[in-house]
């Protein structure tokens, strides 16, 4: 029988369907064992960009809509923030389909009385992008690390290997990365705070975080290409982030010690 976490809240993001990038086995194994009232789909759900580049869409892909709308059907409230890789979805802004809100961003009061704007990030790129040249060469090189990363996990998974990101421990080491990182961040936090908030949740830049500063809490979901994560809210308020990567092989392993997962 398979073992269903329940979660008040979940956020997730970057899912990135439609490209080879996602890690769409652990992702439909987090769906089957997760449980929520509230589900935010926090942008980059489905990668408009890369089906526009070269088709890519196996039935794995459309498994993980099925079980969102399963979900979504069973009185889970879906809300859907688009991303910039799914940002065609913006023009549906304040609509409702299939039981899915559509909403451009909004904000999420936890059972402990916090009031969380909830965005996915990539409006800010314009004041913390690099030059056009830079953002090129760092595009196609992003797209190589991930095919390496890709080629990476296949091993891990031969030699039974505990979950690691090949691509997030070389990006964490690049010191342009964490200084975009750093103002993505601090970005994110002044949005929170002009609108009189008292943190926020967001995705985009594939980087898992809980973090406080100046009385406000940063929370990032993370990605499902590189990070496998998710943000969850406990019955109580509490907010953590569930690794699945390591969740799934410590699964696997039956004497390994339980991981935690707390931020």
């Given at each position: 029988?398979?073992?269903?976490?329940?979660?008040?809240?979940?956020?997730?993001?970057?899912?990135?369907?439609?490209?080879?990038?996602?890690?769409?086995?652990?992702?439909?194994?987090?769906?089957?064992?997760?449980?929520?009232?509230?589900?935010?789909?926090?942008?980059?759900?489905?990668?408009?960009?890369?089906?526009?580049?070269?088709?890519?869409?196996?039935?794995?892909?459309?498994?993980?809509?099925?079980?969102?709308?399963?979900?979504?059907?069973?009185?889970?409230?879906?809300?859907y923030?688009?991303?910039?890789?799914?940002?065609?979805?913006?023009?549906?802004?304040?609509?409702?389909?299939?039981?899915?809100?559509?909403?451009?961003?909004?904000?999420?009061?936890?059972?402990?009385?916090?009031r969380?704007?909830?965005?996915?990030?990539?409006?800010?790129?314009?004041?913390?992008k690099?030059?056009?040249l830079?953002?090129l060469?760092?595009?196609?090189?992003?797209?190589?690390?991930?095919?390496?990363?890709?080629?990476?996990?296949?091993l891990?998974?031969?030699?039974?290997?505990?979950?690691?990101?090949?691509?997030?421990?070389?990006?964490?080491?690049?010191?342009?990365?964490?200084?975009?990182?750093?103002?993505?961040?601090?970005?994110c936090?002044?949005?929170?705070?002009?609108?009189?908030?008292?943190?926020?949740?967001?995705?985009?830049?594939?980087?898992?975080?809980?973090?406080?500063?100046?009385?406000?809490?940063?929370?990032?979901?993370?990605?499902?290409v590189?990070?496998?994560?998710?943000?969850?809210?406990?019955?109580?308020?509490?907010?953590s982030?569930?690794?699945?990567?390591q969740?799934?092989?410590?699964?696997?392993?039956?004497?390994?010690?339980?991981?935690?997962?707390?931020?």
């Amino acid at each position: 029988m398979t073992h269903v976490e329940y979660h008040r809240t979940i956020f997730v993001s970057d899912l990135h369907l439609g490209s080879r990038a996602c890690r769409v086995e652990l992702l439909l194994d987090f769906l089957a064992h997760a449980r929520c009232d509230i589900l935010y789909l926090v942008g980059d759900i489905i990668d408009l960009r890369s089906l526009r580049r070269s088709f890519y869409w196996p039935k794995s892909h459309t498994e993980v809509l099925q079980r969102i709308l399963e979900k979504a059907r069973a009185d889970t409230r879906v809300v859907y923030v688009p991303g910039n890789h799914d940002d065609d979805f913006r023009a549906l802004t304040g609509m409702r389909f299939s039981r899915i809100e559509i909403e451009q961003r909004c904000v999420h009061t936890t059972a402990a009385g916090k009031r969380l704007l909830v965005l996915h990030g990539d409006e800010f790129d314009s004041t913390l992008k690099c030059g056009p040249l830079a953002a090129l060469v760092g595009h196609v090189g992003y797209r190589l690390l991930l095919a390496v990363n890709r080629l990476n996990h296949r091993l891990d998974a031969l030699m039974g290997r505990p979950y690691w990101s090949l691509a997030q421990s070389l990006k964490l080491r690049v010191g342009k990365a964490v200084r975009y990182i750093s103002g993505f961040q601090n970005a994110c936090l002044d949005a929170a705070r002009e609108a009189d908030l008292d943190g926020v949740v967001c995705g985009h830049i594939h980087k898992a975080d809980i973090l406080e500063r100046d009385g406000l809490v940063y929370c990032n979901d993370g990605d499902w290409v590189e990070s496998c994560t998710a943000l969850v809210e406990s019955p109580a308020g509490d907010l953590s982030l569930r690794h699945w990567g390591q969740v799934s092989a410590a699964r696997e392993r039956p004497h390994a010690v339980p991981l935690s997962d707390a931020a």
